[in-house]
């Protein structure tokens, strides 16, 4: 049986769960009559794509009223014949259906196999079924939008264009091999000046994609400082819950606690730690050290200082041992402020007062904007970045080295890039992509 070519099936909602409606799509050559063996309309229509019918699906041991609907090549999904079966959302109805249409001869779709079909079938590059993967698993609104945008082809235009200017100037350099006698330096102008293009174009987005992790991952934030100086006090009022104690006894907080937020679409997960001072006590002592560990591993750290006390030696000696690139100075107790200290920013954790201006803080310590585009794959960051390699290497030496050196670079930037959109991938390394899809995808 050609697994591209036979008929398959899946739940396109949760299979084992109970909802108000449940989903089965079918796709493939046989998806129309398989639907008519267990669907019948309650009003006999005319055949025409994507209209809904209502009416009554029969199965060996249950009826259901039911909607389905046809989808015809090439104007699907998947570029082939579809249907879909939307029932009442029980798990015994939709395993009834399935076990239905698996007795008519129709195989469950293994993971990913509808968009598979869909790269295929050229309704999709690969980087744009990517996208799809990346929205269904997409932890936050921004990391969300990121994979809209690589979905709706915003960075396969780019790929695209590179690859028209790329083509350009291998053709070029093809004419300049077979005919040197009759080409200038005004015919490796032109090429240069595409590469340079090219080459801006990736640098800024390799610079814009040098937060992804941020996107995808969230933000992690370690509250940090002394012990009372509010670091439970100030994760509480951050995330609008008593979710950390908070008491006047110092080392209340003995371990790490790790609380996530979403804030304009992206997730910051903020961290409280035991308050770091010299300590006896062998389970305080390990609470500090875990501390000092997450610090090293943060993003951010806000480090809290005590406007109501003066400060202190070890208070000092931490501020200078962070590095400066992602330490925010914040002084806490605001509203009871006896001393001044320089910080960059204050706040009352008893009050809320200045909470949303250090939010505003943490993203302007990160450069961090959403209103950009960003690679978040891997995969398309090393191609890239492989692309961008090669192109450099035309432009530094286009001047000394032979046509056939710089043709070959050329081409190797070229296929980077094909790779990225699926026309020069391997079977391999899209099997691997489809693998990590779920199975009614």
Do not use: W
């Not at 009372?228 to 509480?236: D, H, I, Q, R, V």
């Not at 995969?379 to 432009?395: G, P």
């Amino acid at each position: 049986m050609n697994k591209n070519t036979d008929t398959i099936m899946a739940c396109a909602t949760p299979l084992n769960a109970i909802g108000a409606i449940g989903i089965i799509r079918i796709s493939g050559g046989e998806s129309h009559p398989l639907l008519a063996k267990i669907f019948k309309p309650y009003k006999e229509q005319k055949d025409c794509h994507a209209l809904m019918q209502l009416g009554e699906i029969t199965t060996k041991n249950f009826k259901d009223k039911c909607f389905a609907v046809k989808f015809y090549a090439p104007n699907s999904y998947t570029g082939e014949d579809m249907a879909e079966i939307q029932f009442h959302g029980g798990v015994a109805i939709a395993r009834g259906v399935l076990r239905s249409l698996s007795l008519l001869g129709c195989r469950i779709a293994e993971p990913g196999e509808f968009t598979k079909r869909s790269f295929l079938n050229n309704k999709l590059t690969l980087n744009e079924a990517e996208g799809i993967a990346d929205i269904i698993n997409a932890q936050s609104e921004s990391h969300a939008m990121q994979a809209y945008r690589m979905l709706s082809g915003e960075f396969s235009k780019i790929v695209h264009d590179a690859c028209k200017l790329l083509l350009d100037a291998i053709a070029s350099v093809d004419v300049i091999l077979d005919y040197p006698e009759e080409t200038s330096i005004e015919d490796f102008d032109k090429i240069i000046v595409n590469l340079k293009s090219i080459e801006a174009q990736f640098i800024k987005i390799l610079d814009s994609s040098a937060n992804r992790r941020y996107i995808e991952y969230g933000i992690n934030v370690v509250i940090a400082g002394m012990p009372n100086t509010g670091k439970s006090s100030l994760l509480n009022a951050i995330i609008k819950d008593e979710r950390a104690i908070v008491t006047e006894i110092p080392g209340t907080t003995r371990d790490i606690l790790k609380e996530s937020i979403e804030i304009d679409g992206v997730r910051i997960n903020f961290i409280d730690t035991a308050g770091i001072h010299d300590s006896s006590d062998v389970i305080e002592q390990i609470g500090i050290d875990r501390a000092l560990v997450a610090i090293k591993s943060a993003d951010i750290v806000l480090v809290l200082t005590d406007l109501s006390e003066s400060p202190s030696n070890l208070e000092k000696h931490l501020l200078k041992e962070l590095p400066i690139e992602k330490t925010i100075k914040v002084g806490n107790k605001s509203d009871i402020k006896r001393f001044n200290k320089k910080t960059d920013i204050n706040v009352s954790a008893k009050t809320g007062c200045g909470i949303d201006e250090l939010i505003i803080c943490i993203f302007k310590k990160l450069q961090l904007t959403t209103d950009v585009g960003y690679i978040t794959r891997e995969r398309h960051l090393e191609l890239v970045t492989s692309a961008l390699q090669s192109i450099r290497i035309v432009l530094t030496t286009y001047t000394i080295a032979s046509p056939d050196i710089i043709a070959e670079e050329l081409k190797e930037a070229y296929r980077c890039l094909t790779e990225i959109t699926g026309e020069n991938a391997t079977e391999s390394v899209i099997d691997k992509i489809f693998s990590t899809f779920c199975v009614g995808k």
